[in-house]
């Protein structure tokens, strides 16, 4: 293991008083020690930066800024600024990490020398974990796209919180988090990142502990126009990646707008009909525009189902299999 690199771990942190000791708790057991922790209290209107400063008085390697509320891009864009380590990595405060994640990402960043580090992530839920692993392995230049590829299919590249970043990448090329959008702006971050990576490697460990509850930003209700913005934005930097050399990009931008649009239904947001119905027109068109050749069958008949239903059949359609689906969930619990 590799003593000499200096890890800076940036934590933003939102109304965390209920799980940010465990948080911290958790890194400052770590095998590995030469890390600072960035933690970046967003504003909270909790005990939180209570909470913050505390811990920094108790060890001198946690820093604490304390800011207006702007959002988490804003928070993660501030610790890379102060961040001193020689390698980046992004915790959220309502999680938790076993006490080897450091060292396990300092021992593949010494064997390949690599510019960017992966590995799998454990979803706690309330009554049960589930984890997604994936396997060892290093990717060059090349072969990155590979890379982003597996990772996707494996449920674990748009994460922030299970890869680590090398600082002088972040900082030569200016690679910053899109303040103006709340969902997926990690995703944007590290495919913006990937493009000047040269090295990639995947490990068999799943330290990360992701807590999926209500308050979560992966809960979070979003409307349709705010998640196809995403997937379009998505779809940009995978097409500057990827070049011509794959109809990948155009795979996951269909079935992220079509994901986008059912999660309204079963989701439910807060809106109005007309807006509702307006939003619904938005997709058909988009639906009537596109060729769906090469995406998966499930979804190619879902597609179909929208192109050629008139609206008046399919909404109540959506509106039935999800809330038939909700109740059933309330059944088994």
């Not at 600082?167 to 899109?178: T, V």
């Amino acid at each position: 293991m590799n003593s000499t690199l200096f890890i800076s771990i940036i934590i933003p942190v939102y109304n965390s008083e209920s799980f940010l000791m465990k948080m911290l708790d958790s890194v400052l057991v770590q095998t590995f020690t030469n890390f600072e922790i960035i933690l970046i209290d967003d504003g909270s209107v909790d005990k939180s930066p209570q909470i913050c400063d505390d811990y920094a008085i108790k060890d001198k390697r946690i820093k604490v800024v304390h800011t207006v509320n702007k959002g988490v891009s804003s928070a993660r864009n501030v610790g890379i600024e102060i961040a001193q380590g020689d390698y980046l990595i992004f915790f959220d405060s309502d999680d938790w990490v076993d006490n080897t994640v450091l060292e396990e990402y300092v021992n593949a960043i010494t064997k390949y020398d690599a510019d960017i580090v992966f590995q799998g992530i454990v979803m706690e839920f309330f009554n049960k974990s589930v984890s997604f692993d994936i396997k060892e392995k290093v990717y060059f230049k090349d072969d990155i796209c590979n890379a982003v590829m597996y990772l996707t299919a494996m449920n674990t590249f748009g994460w922030m919180c299970n890869k680590i970043y090398r600082k002088n990448i972040i900082m030569l090329h200016k690679i910053r988090f899109q303040e103006d959008l709340s969902i997926q702006e990690d995703c944007l971050f590290t495919l913006n990142y990937l493009a000047y990576a040269n090295t990639l490697s995947t490990l068999p460990y799943a330290s990360y502990h992701y807590r999926n509850h209500n308050e979560s930003l992966a809960n979070k209700r979003n409307s349709y126009h705010t998640l196809k913005r995403k997937s379009e934005l998505i779809y940009s930097e995978m097409k500057r990646l990827f070049g011509g050399n794959s109809n990948f990009p155009e795979i996951i931008y269909i079935n992220s707008v079509l994901r986008s649009f059912v999660r309204m239904y079963e989701k439910p947001i807060k809106l109005s009909f007309q807006n509702r119905v307006y939003e619904y027109k938005c997709f058909t068109n988009f639906v009537r525009q596109t060729d769906f050749s090469d995406v998966k069958f499930k979804h190619k008949l879902k597609f179909l189902c929208l192109k050629h239903l008139p609206s008046i059949l399919f909404e109540p359609l959506i509106y039935s299999i999800f809330n038939i689906r909700r109740v059933l969930k309330k059944i088994r619990k």
